[in-house]
Structures are given as structure tokens and as C-alpha cells.
């Protein structure tokens, strides 16, 4: 990602496997209000491809996915 993500909730489900880190995800956006910015924290290399597809379909915003040492970040935002 070009520019830092600042989330308002980070969710850590490194060492979970699927469809743990998405399952963890979706229970925290369930109560979040609209804007609220994630990041969430996997192990888990399907997170890379299953988060994307969940957030364009549940109609959130993906702000970007990246590798850092031994895990992946997921940056999303709620719809409003």
C-alpha cells in the first residue's frame, strides 16, 4: 500500500484457518458503525482472496491487502 492505513479496530487472527480470520472479520463489521476502518491481522493465504471477494460482495470498501514478516493485513472500510 502506498499510503498507511490508521485503523480504528484491528482484529488478530493470526494461526486461525479458514474460515476463521473471515468468520472474526464479519462478527466485528456486524457491530461497527458505517466509516469504521479494519485491519485485520492472518496467517492464513486464502484471507488474501477471501476478504476481497466478502467486502466487494457485502459492499465495504477494500483499502488494500499486504504482506508483512509472516502474516497479511487486510485494510477495510464500512459502508456508511
Known sequence: MSEAV????????????????LMDL???VKKADGGTVFELR??????????????EKAGH?????????????VHVRTQE
Open 61 to 73: 470498501e477494500l483499502l488494500g491487502v499486504e504482506e508483512v514478516d509472516d502474516h497479511w493485513r
Open 42 to 55: 492472518t496467517t492464513d493465504s486464502s484471507s488474501r482472496h477471501d476478504v476481497p471477494e466478502w467486502v
Open 6 to 21: 490508521s485503523p480504528d479496530v484491528v482484529v488478530d487472527s493470526r494461526g486461525a484457518t479458514c474460515p476463521g480470520p
Open 26 to 28: 464479519i462478527g466485528k
